[in-house]
């Protein structure tokens, strides 16, 4: 079975400064992807960014990067020069087929 | 836009009263799912579609039930709402690519009175 954990429910950063929100999985499977979601407060989920996994190259979007390590099973999320519009919920997630698994998300709030 | 549309927003319906939610989307993704969100937890798995090929998550219970009529919609009815049921219910879409992310809908909230 594949399963997602992130293991900060709440993280707070200052804004401009830089905040990682961590993600593990656990999977047996070779060729896979992960993805970031945003949720803003009763607004839709957003992809932030993506990750495929063979590919050894961190994932980068604009404020947006990864540190994907896939011996470790591990896929966190880099955001740079927070700003007050990225507070939210972040979702990991994990497709293998037609399957997404999320984690339980961690709600990042930008202090001004 | 193409996009992935959800109606209502927010929908009250009585205890034990059937309930629709309904979804829509222009992006012509072959496979749709369905979501739901309870308070500040992730997203849970109820079904989706593969095209017409319906494929229901083994927890998911009897009380859901789903409907695609075409490609560019999709239902869900809960036949008889209990307090639980309350929560957010999430569409989604996506192409048959592994590396494609969801399409999300803005979600219907269902409040159960």
């Known amino acids: 079975a594949q399963t997602v954990t992130q293991s900060q429910p709440e993280m707070s950063v200052q804004e401009a400064e830089t905040v990682t929100l961590s993600c593990t999985y656990d999977?047996?499977?070779?060729?896979?992807?992960l993805f970031w979601y945003k949720q803003p407060p009763s607004r839709q989920m957003i992809l932030v960014i993506r990750?495929?996994?063979?590919?050894?190259q961190n994932a980068t979007e604009n404020r947006f990067s990864v540190n994907f390590q896939k011996a470790a099973k591990s896929f966190s999320l880099k955001i740079s020069d927070s700003q007050l519009g990225d507070a939210a919920m972040y979702f990991c997630a994990y497709r293998r087929s037609n399957q997404f698994y999320f984690g339980t998300g961690t709600s990042l709030t930008v202090i001004p | 836009d193409a996009m992935v549309i959800q109606n209502p927003r927010y929908q009250v319906t009585q205890f034990g009263k059937p309930v629709t939610l309904s979804c829509s989307q222009t992006?012509?993704?072959?496979?749709m799912y369905w979501y739901q969100q309870k308070s500040s937890q992730a997203p849970k798995l109820l079904f989706h579609y593969y095209d017409k090929d319906f494929n229901n998550e083994a927890d998911t219970p009897d009380n859901f039930q789903s409907r695609r009529p075409n490609t560019s919609f999709c239902f869900l009815d809960i036949r008889s709402p209990g307090l639980g049921d309350a929560a957010m219910y999430l569409c989604?879409?996506?192409?048959?690519?592994?590396?494609?992310?969801?399409?999300f809908g803005s979600g219907t909230r269902l409040t159960v009175v």
């Open positions: 999977t047996s499977e070779s060729d896979y992807y």
């Open positions: 989604a879409t996506s192409r048959d690519s592994p590396g494609d992310g969801y399409t």
């Open positions: 990750q495929e996994a063979y590919k050894q």
């Open positions: 992006l012509n993704h072959n496979v």
